[in-house]
């Protein structure tokens, strides 16, 4: 157990490698209740997502649609990053970062002056994510007749909310699966379910080994206030298409691209023997040229990968500093691992 | 509980040191280290004649979790190292005390073995550890 943004969270419960392995091959469930819920709603709250935003909620024309985004600062920097469930007219629904989760929501309250909104903490939810190619079909099992059709037939990136039940199908492993948000007191029984029908309780360790090889970032490691989404891998979540939304940020992040990109967030793969870590600095040649942002050992690939973030003039051959010797590395484009699909070389593996 | 053997020593640092008898002492590290750490994904040895001081940082044993760096629990030379964790470092998880050793050394000071921590030593320091 570790503490975790005022909460305590298990690393593993017995075998990180094989809580990974788990949700790669079959199904794993994660307890994320340190995750925040937040629901925007009200005649402006579309007008305020658009405006505090870096994607654009007119995208979620569909009630049930989600868009990832991130949250920024005037300066272009990432306050968070979070999914925004559209889930019926006027009414969305962020699920944010434990860590980040009480600036968020103070952000978001000062930012909604003037917009016809309300911006509510939902405490009373709790959530659980079922992530595997078992794992949509072990959930359905376990649903009530009266969502479980609406369940089924749930598209990736899609959400629905009806009685008690709002239901997924999101995650954070690069596998197929649902993320259940439920009240706190139906969870304990319904994780006791899911046990039962054989899915295996994972850590705060195998989501991190699991995020890690999809690619994913990891806010406060590979982003942060002090970059922009532009060098942290996140162009493709900044919506520039509307001129006319001049959402938090845009300003800043006009200028960034206009001088041309001071740094880039790039996939690494690890030549040889050893495990990449957060920090360790990258060279070219004898020039420093970065460090890694999240590294670790990836179990699928049974090699070490990392996220790093490198000047954008940074020449292969790349190597890496771990203790006194420096270790050729491979840059690659993530994600490492998809859907149990190796998607790098596997020449590097 | 984790395994203390009575048969070996120990290292406040969580390395055991099992003396051959002759001249010679395997070094690895503990049930209750191997436990921490989580599963093992990478194992960095010194290398074979390297001469080593009590409390050197000689070996580094990494898991899923983080690296962590091994200490040489008495002074010697290297005079053989655990080849096979090269490719299968889980074997530390599964067994510390056996095909799990990293190294094994030629004692320069033997006496620094009466320094380290006997079984029952060593296992009211992992009772204090995990409360």
């Known amino acids: 157990m570790v503490p975790f943004a005022g909460w305590v969270l298990p690393v593993h419960f017995g075998s990180q490698l094989d809580e990974h392995h788990a949700v790669r091959q079959h199904a794993g469930m994660f307890d994320v209740c340190h995750m925040r819920t937040v629901d925007v709603t009200g005649r402006g709250a579309r007008a305020l997502l658009r405006f505090v935003l870096a994607n654009d909620v007119q995208k979620l024309r569909v009630p049930g649609k989600a868009l990832y985004s991130c949250l920024l600062r005037d300066d272009g920097g990432v306050l968070d990053d979070l999914i925004v469930y559209h889930l019926a007219q006027d009414q969305f629904r962020l699920v944010v970062n434990a860590g980040t989760a009480t600036r968020d929501i103070a952000w978001l309250q000062a930012q909604a002056e003037g917009f016809a909104v309300q911006i509510a903490p939902r405490t009373d939810l709790g959530m659980i994510a079922v992530q595997g190619p078992e794992a949509r079909a072990k959930v359905l099992s376990l649903l009530p007749e009266t969502v479980q059709s609406s369940a089924a037939q749930l598209q990736p990136f899609f959400a629905l909310a009806e009685a008690e039940w709002c239901i997924a199908r999101t995650g954070y492993t690069g596998e197929d699966g649902f993320e259940l948000m439920l009240d706190q007191a139906a969870l304990p029984s319904f994780w006791q379910q899911l046990l039962d029908a054989g899915v295996q309780p994972c850590g705060l360790g195998a989501r991190d080994t699991l995020r890690l090889e999809a690619g994913m970032n990891l806010y406060g490691q590979d982003m942060d206030e002090q970059v922009s989404p532009l060098s942290s891998g996140l162009a493709w979540t900044v919506d520039l298409r509307d001129p006319a939304r001049r959402f938090i940020g845009r300003e800043a992040l006009e200028s960034e691209q206009a001088a041309g990109r001071a740094a880039q967030l790039v996939g690494l793969v690890l030549a040889g023997k050893g495990v990449l870590r957060q920090h360790q600095p990258l060279f070219a040649g004898d020039q420093s040229v970065g460090e890694v942002t999240s590294g670790g050992f990836a179990p699928t690939l049974q090699r070490s990968i990392a996220l790093a973030r490198i000047a954008p003039d940074a020449a292969a051959p790349l190597h890496v500093g771990i203790r006194n010797k420096r270790i050729p590395v491979t840059q690659v484009r993530p994600p490492f691992v998809r859907s149990g699909t190796v998607c790098i070389d596997p020449a590097l593996i | ?131």
Not at chain 2, 23 to 38: F, P
Request: negative net charge; hydrophobic residues 40%; proline residues 5%.
């Open chain 2, 1 to 131: 509980m984790s395994d203390i053997p009575d048969n070996l020593k120990f290292t406040t640092s969580h390395e055991w040191v099992q003396p051959a008898g002759d001249g010679t002492a395997r070094v690895g590290i503990t049930d209750h280290a191997q436990s921490a750490l989580g599963d093992l994904v990478f194992v960095e040895l010194p290398e074979a004649g390297d001469d080593l001081a009590q409390g050197d940082e000689c070996a580094v044993v990494e898991s899923v979790k983080a690296a962590s760096d091994v200490f040489a629990p008495v002074s010697g030379q290297v005079v053989a190292c655990n080849e096979s964790l090269a490719d299968t470092p889980e074997i530390i998880n599964q067994e510390p005390y056996a095909d799990g050793w990293l190294f094994s050394l030629q004692l320069s000071a033997a006496t620094q073995l009466d320094d380290l921590l006997d079984a029952a030593a060593y296992r009211a320091l992992c009772e204090q550890d995990e409360h």
